[in-house]
């Protein structure tokens, strides 16, 4: 890779190496944060893998020598992706070369100690935990599609809890169809683990962030629970109408119906920070413009970082206390949670409705008092919050919301709040 469109967007000062390596890669973190992207994730070893490109030896299999060059140069990016404001997301292995378990070959060289934590594996987390942990922000995967055991999974969880000084938090990603065998043997107390790494269909985000949510509090210790892989597979998040001459619209068929980047907004964006999640990083496919393994121009989804942008503004411009808020689905009609319209609530006080495809909805104040302020925020241009018709409701009943302020049939945002005027 060499991110020559982000050559232009390195500024004088900003790190290189080698006689001035490295502008594109620094150009194109500049880039995602100008777009106020702040969180990017990436596989420090992948030999055998889909790219099969990067391991932090001097030589692909020499796993206990490690190139201090290299990693030196690893070091520079990420503190200067932490000056940025961008957080850290090592996904620490490939599903390929994870353990010795392998559908087509008798066993897999690449793999770290077979699976198990041994010195292969305990070097490499310590490693990484040695040279980049000082970050700020950051997180440990200890899996792309994990298919570790339940055991192995376990002990390489607390091992780098024990090493990591800072205690940064640790994650798992899996396929789709293996999270409730790979999630529930880690919940609760059976665990160290403090969140899951989601890979779903980009309209089953909010349901399955909202399982996790939910089940990882009952079981005594809530993860924090994250959307970085959307299907389909071949497809992932688009790129921009017109970029490359794309048409805008994704079909997994190419007689079926497709989607936009609008219907990732709607399901993804917003159905899982909806759900009480973390956010969302965004994967890009394999076979539209610019897309996972060969993306050299992350303009390319511009329009889709744009409206990550609007959405932490909201969170952050209007003081919503989210981390106090939990999933309140049912308070808007919809119990059995789904795309319809999502809800998040400090009850009695905050309420956050969505609704994908505008209209109105009622929404249940039962139990409360007071009067609540209603106010509606454009998710696709973001700006002031607006008022439309219904001005305030009163507490202690179920009360309708009254129609957006305009563009009915868009998605709005509408802030419930007690005691605003």
Wanted: charged fraction near 25%; glycine fraction near 10%; charge should be negative.
């Amino acid at each position: 890779h060499k991110w020559r469109p982000h050559i232009r967007d390195w500024n004088p000062g900003d790190p290189t190496w080698k006689a001035g390596k490295g502008k594109g890669m620094i150009g194109a973190l500049n880039y995602l944060a100008s777009q106020g992207v702040n969180a990017f994730s990436f596989i420090p070893y992948n030999a055998g893998g889909d790219g099969d490109n990067v391991w932090p030896f001097v030589e692909r299999d020499a796993k206990f020598h490690y190139d201090c060059s290299k990693l030196e140069q690893w070091g520079l990016v990420f503190d200067h992706a932490t000056s940025l404001g961008l957080s850290l997301h090592f996904k620490l292995q490939e599903q390929e070369n994870d353990d010795n378990r392998h559908e087509k070959l008798q066993s897999v060289p690449e793999s770290l100690d077979g699976g198990a934590l041994g010195p292969e594996r305990k070097l490499y987390c310590r490693e990484l935990i040695a040279r980049f942990a000082h970050n700020l922000a950051l997180n440990w995967n200890i899996g792309e599609e994990n298919t570790q055991s339940p055991d192995e999974q376990r002990a390489m969880i607390r091992y780098i809890y024990e090493t990591d000084p800072y205690k940064h938090p640790i994650v798992i990603h899996t396929f789709p169809n293996w999270q409730d065998r790979v999630y529930s043997e880690l919940l609760g107390d059976k665990s160290l683990l403090t969140g899951a790494s989601l890979q779903n269909g980009w309209n089953e985000v909010h349901q399955r962030t909202l399982q996790w949510v939910r089940a990882s509090s009952e079981a005594g210790r809530p993860w924090v629970v994250a959307n970085d892989e959307q299907g389909p597979a071949a497809l992932g998040v688009p790129p921009d109408p017109g970029y490359e001459g794309f048409d805008g619209t994704a079909k997994p068929k190419p007689d079926g119906k497709g989607y936009t980047i609008h219907d990732i907004r709607k399901y993804t964006l917003w159905g899982n920070l909806m759900a009480g999640g973390d956010g969302v990083e965004y994967y890009f496919g394999y076979q539209l413009p610019q897309n996972d393994l060969l993306c050299e121009d992350y303009r390319s989804r511009q329009q889709s970082w744009a409206y990550c942008r609007i959405a932490l503004n909201f969170f952050s411009r209007y003081e919503v206390p989210f981390w106090e808020m939990v999933n309140a689905d049912a308070l808007v009609g919809n119990e059995k949670a789904d795309n319809s319209r999502y809800c998040l609530a400090l009850p009695g006080e905050v309420y956050l409705i969505y609704l994908p495809n505008g209209g109105t909805c009622d929404l249940d104040l039962s139990g409360t008092s007071g009067d609540f302020a209603v106010r509606w925020y454009d998710p696709r241009h973001g700006g002031e919050l607006r008022i439309g018709p219904v001005k305030q409701v009163a507490g202690g009943k179920t009360v309708a919301l009254g129609q957006p302020p305009a563009d009915e049939g868009e998605d709005w945002v509408v802030l419930v709040q007690k005691g605003r005027r």
